[in-house]
């Protein structure tokens, strides 16, 4: 019930280099650092329902712990995947389906922040959201 409430990007950190190792081209990596993303997300047991807003796109996704299911970033890149609670952190193991590499995202709270970090072949970058 942690992660319950609605979140809007406050900051990023190493973001820009995260989204360049992606392959994502340089207008859309500009136009992402402003995207105003706001997540809403409920838990009920081991059920997330996370509402995802921003300037690109409105969607909801709904995953159940553990269990796998196709994701697609919002610049189209498809992904594979599961998250996975581990004590209080929410973990995300996803492979992408155009080249198999792995994608990693945590989401834990710290000092009543929302810090999602993600690694991709070695680059970490983070997202930090405030509670509205």
């Known amino acids: 019930m942690t992660f ?3 979140w809007k990007v406050d900051r990023s950190e190493n973001y820009d280099k995260f989204m360049e190792k992606m392959g994502i081209n340089m207008v859309k990596r500009k136009l992402a650092a402003h995207d105003n993303l706001k997540l809403t997300i409920t838990q009920e047991g081991n059920k997330f329902t996370v509402k995802e807003s921003s300037t690109f796109r409105s969607i909801e996704i709904v995953f159940e712990l553990g269990v796998t299911f196709k ?10 995947g599961s998250w996975n609670l581990e004590g209080d952190k929410l973990i995300g193991k996803f ?13 834990e709270i710290i000092s009543n922040e929302l810090v999602q970090t993600y690694t991709y072949e070695g680059v970490e970058a983070k997202r930090i959201f405030k509670k509205e």
């Open 4 to 6: 319950n409430g609605s």
């Open 95 to 107: 492979t992408r389906v155009d080249n198999g590499k792995e994608l990693i995202t945590l989401r």
């Open 71 to 80: 994701y697609s970033l919002a610049d189209g890149t498809e992904l594979t």
